[in-house]
């Protein structure tokens, strides 16, 4: 069993930049995928990034953050991140860190075994 803990999340204003951080409780974290999901209210969750295993060499942004948002690793403190910058109203979202122990990046929720509880991000116009 993989714990996840989100952290960084809050309110900010359009343009300004946050930095959320998942760490996890996994000895063999460098093994599993990670990833980032979002969602809105009313909305469906969706991803925002991921990150390949090892390495982090493989990464995957969707389109609406791309050049905006970095996805990254630390092996070392079993600790993933999110830089989020150039923020806008429509990133306002409850952020989710998710991790996969299958090899591969999927932008799909049902491909991820392990989910955190949450973080929100607000972004005031």
């Known amino acids: 069993q993989v714990q996840l803990v989100e952290s960084g999340g809050g309110l900010v204003q359009t343009g300004g930049s946050l930095r959320l951080s998942c760490a996890a409780s996994a000895r063999t974290f460098f093994t599993y995928t990670m990833g980032w999901f979002r969602q809105a209210p009313g909305k469906e969750r969706e991803i925002v990034a991921a990150?390949?295993?090892?390495?982090?060499?493989?990464?995957y942004y969707a389109d609406s953050v791309k050049g905006r948002f970095t996805i990254s690793r630390d092996n070392t403190k079993n600790t993933m991140y999110l830089q989020m910058n150039s923020l806008k109203p429509e990133d306002t979202a409850v952020y989710y860190c998710t991790a996969r122990s299958s090899a591969g990046i999927t932008t799909t929720a049902n491909g991820y075994d392990y989910w955190g509880q949450g973080t929100q991000v607000t972004v005031s116009s």
């Open positions: 990150i390949g295993r090892w390495s982090g060499t493989s990464t």
